[in-house]
């Protein structure tokens, strides 16, 4: 049997894992500000249906035909799938090296898409920068490996402090002409530019149509998913860049490396 909740504390909000301990015994969360008791309560589980959630999982079935193919209860099954993506958000690449491509993307949605309830409280999002979709910045190596996170704005700051965090200095950064990269160079980086409003794509080899793919790739999986609660979007996009960057392995590696994942934030007994 597998015994125990995180090793870590979650926020039952918003599934973040950097909590904040207050006098009195509870505990709050650091993104969200959710105060709640200790949220690792004791769950049991036999380690063949973990397993099996965990192939169900990488065959990305949903969670209906989850609860059809495996013996779990619905709470158990998405407390199982919430672990298994916060266990992704900390799978994270190693620092990147080499050419790398930078840029950033809007998620939200398309508009015919959206409840009634949004269209009528809400104007219609203008596409591109500016727009009150959600922005994400994405890093990705020629390796193909990528990295993202979600962001506040597109300014230099937020773009820019991310580059320094996870891409070594002396590499070379292939980005669009946005203003948010204006300077990476004198922080010890070569630069090169695809000018996009011009209809260059490709110049001398420097272009990020590679992370414009992976871009493609995630908002595909998304829009499968058929709409994500805001606050949970952070946990579906570490899912997919964690899958996105594991596409070579197979079925069974895949299996084996979730499970291993999953039980630094499963005590086992």
């Known amino acids: 049997m597998l015994k125990g909740a995180g090793m870590k504390r979650i926020c039952p909000k918003c599934s973040n894992t950097k909590i904040w301990s207050l006098k009195d015994g509870r505990f709050r969360c650091a993104k969200c500000r959710q105060t709640f008791s200790d949220s690792r309560k004791r769950i049991h589980i036999k380690t063949t249906i973990l397993r099996n959630v965990i192939e169900e999982f990488v065959l990305e079935h949903s969670t209906n035909i989850i609860l059809n193919r495996v013996a779990v209860s619905k709470y158990m099954l998405l407390k199982i799938l919430t672990l298994l993506r916060v266990a992704m958000t900390h799978d994270l690449p190693a620092v990147f090296e080499g050419t790398v491509e930078v840029d950033e993307t809007y998620l939200g949605g398309q508009w015919k898409n959206k409840r009634l309830a949004v269209k009528y409280?809400?104007?219609?999002?203008?596409?591109?920068?500016?727009?009150?979709?959600?922005?994400?910045?994405?890093?990705?190596?020629?390796n193909g490996k990528v990295w993202a996170d979600l962001i506040d704005s597109v300014d230099a700051k937020q773009l820019q402090s991310r580059i320094v965090k996870q891409v070594k200095k002396g590499s070379v950064i292939c980005s669009d002409t946005?203003?948010?990269?204006?300077?990476i160079a004198a922080k010890g980086y070569v630069h090169r530019l695809v000018t996009h409003s011009k209809n260059s794509y490709v110049n001398n080899g420097n272009h990020i149509n590679g992370l414009e793919g992976f871009w493609g790739y995630l908002k595909r999986k998304l829009a499968a998913k058929g709409g994500i609660r805001a606050e949970r979007l952070h946990?579906?996009?570490?899912?997919?860049?964690?899958?996105?960057?594991?596409r070579h392995?197979?079925?069974k590696e895949q299996q084996s490396y979730l499970l291993k994942l999953l039980k630094k934030y499963i005590r086992s007994g």
């Open 121 to 142: 409280s809400s104007q219609r999002a203008k596409r591109g920068r500016g727009t009150a979709k959600q922005p994400v910045f994405g890093i990705l190596c020629r």
């Open 178 to 183: 946005w203003r948010g990269y204006t300077g």
């Open 235 to 246: 946990l579906y996009l570490a899912e997919y860049v964690w899958r996105y960057n594991h």
């Open 249 to 251: 392995m197979n079925l």
